[in-house]
C-alpha cells in the first residue's frame, strides 16, 4: 500500500473516530479528516464557485494593493477544486493534507488524470525538499511574514495561470 492509501486510511479513521467521540459527547458531529460521502454534483458546483470566486480575487487583491493577499486566494482556488474532485469521488475532507493525500491516492489509483505540479504546488516537503515558488509555501510567507505586497510580479502571473488550469481540469474531471 502506497504512502498515500495509507494516509487516506489514517484520514478516514481519524474522521470516525472524532465522530463517534462527538456522539458519545453529545456534541455535534464534526471531524478533522476524511468521511465517505455520496457524491452530490451540487456539492461540486458549489466547490468550483468558490474556486472561481477566489480566482477571481487574485487580480482584485492585486489592483487594489493587497498583493499579497493575491497568494492565499490562489492557494484556496487549487484547495476548493480538490475539493470538488474529492466531492465527485465520494469523501468529505476537513483537512488540507487529508485532502491531498486523496489526490495523490485518485491519481496512483488512475481515477483522476492530474498533474503532480499542482498537488505539489499544495503539498509541505521536507526542508530539503522545499522548492521556490510553492504555493504552500508563498502562502505562509505572505501571511505570517511582513511582506505587504508581492514585488515579483511573475509570481502572481504563474499562480494565475495555474489556477486557471486547475479550474479547467476540475471541471473535465467532475462533470465527466
Known sequence: MSQASNHVK?????????????KKLDKR??????????????EDRKHLAKAEHNFNAITRFKETGFSD???????????????????????????QTCTIAL???LKEEGKIDIDTKFIDMLKY???EEIQENKVIDMREDYTYGVEISVEDK??????????????DITKNIVFK
Open 10 to 22: 489514517w484520514c478516514l479513521n481519524k474522521a470516525k473516530r472524532e465522530i463517534e467521540e462527538c
Open 29 to 42: 458531529p464534526k471531524h478533522r479528516g476524511l468521511l465517505k460521502i455520496e457524491p452530490d454534483i451540487d
Open 69 to 95: 493577499w493575491s497568494i492565499s486566494a490562489g492557494f484556496y482556488c487549487i484547495y476548493q477544486c480538490f475539493l470538488a474532485i474529492a466531492v465527485k469521488f465520494g469523501y468529505e475532507s476537513r483537512n
Open 103 to 105: 489526490m495523490e491516492h
Open 125 to 127: 516537503e521536507e526542508m
Open 154 to 167: 511573475t509570481k502572481i502571473n504563474d499562480l494565475i495561470k495555474s489556477c486557471k488550469e486547475i479550474i
